[in-house]
């Protein structure tokens, strides 16, 4: 392996990427980022078992390699590196030579066969969501999903998409409180399913760093992937059957109040 890279880019890539490593598994590999190279980018990938991302980045090749470094060492180096091009190169005794500026790193690296193989996702359906939409959907439910790890089924956000009525709901609940939204939403396909809140979180906060204006989401039974321009992040599901939520909104209003919303918000500090 021997590429050379912008540090901004590598470093907005592995800022994204290291929410998805496990630091507290025994397995050595899903410690790490896989660094891959091919034609004229690499890929930054993290895997969890849970969530695996994977990030794109132009580069100069040249030569083809793939290898594995402990991500926290390898973020904190790249963090500290002058800006500018970012050089690596991985020698015969498997330690990668980090080069920037006047800075010379050298780290050991560790077999890449070690790494799970990434997510794959075949038979799905696919849905086109604007950016801007899905990050208001989320602000208004996200904050009601429980964080008990006793009630694993409310550990997340329920997408009901209904293609007979065009829209889609998103719900979340944590026992005690209920937060709804839906918006109208033409689509051909009907189902429903639960996004760990957590993959929910790290989709959004990777929607806030990127400059696109929509992006797809492919779902199938047990996982599903988020396609964010040169982003993918899997994720598995939670399975089980959510709670009725319909059932527990009141179909009858015995009180409506109307309240200035600034004016409620000063009043709760």
Do not use: W
């Not at 964080?147 to 998409?161: A, H, M, P, R, Y």
């Not at 065009?166 to 429903?192: C, M």
């Not at 599901?237 to 015995?254: A, F, S």
Request: glycine share 4%; aromatic share 8%.
């Amino acid at each position: 392996m021997n590429i050379t890279c912008k540090k901004e880019n590598l470093l907005k890539a592995l800022t994204i990427s290291i929410n998805s490593v496990s630091e507290r598994t025994t397995v050595k590999a899903l410690k790490c980022f896989k660094i891959e190279s091919n034609k004229n980018y690499i890929t930054i990938t993290a895997n969890n078992l849970e969530t695996n991302i994977i990030c794109k980045i132009p580069a100069t090749v040249n030569e083809n390699g793939k290898t594995l470094v402990h991500a926290k060492t390898f973020y904190n180096i790249v963090s500290k590196l002058p800006d500018g091009d970012v050089s690596f190169y991985l020698s015969e005794n498997q330690t990668l030579l980090i080069r920037s500026g006047n800075s010379t790193f050298n780290i050991y690296t560790t077999n890449s066969e070690e790494f799970p193989e990434d997510m794959k996702i075949d038979n799905y359906n696919e849905i086109n969501f604007n950016k801007d939409i899905f990050k208001d959907l989320i602000k208004r439910v996200a904050f009601s999903a429980s964080d008990d790890e006793g009630k694993v089924i409310l550990n997340g956000v329920l997408i009901d998409i209904d293609d007979k009525n065009s829209k889609i709901t998103f719900v979340a609940a944590d026992g005690y409180r209920l937060a709804k939204d839906e918006i109208k939403f033409k689509t051909d396909i009907s189902l429903t399913t639960i996004i760990p809140i957590k993959t929910i979180n790290e989709v959004n906060n990777i929607l806030n760093s990127i400059n696109i204006e929509s992006f797809k989401i492919k779902i199938e039974q047990s996982k599903l992937l988020f396609e964010c321009g040169d982003i993918q992040i899997f994720s598995r599901l939670i399975n089980g059957k959510y709670p009725d939520y319909k059932q527990l909104i009141p179909k009858e209003k015995n009180l409506q109040i109307k309240v200035n919303r600034k004016d409620l918000l000063d009043g709760s500090e």
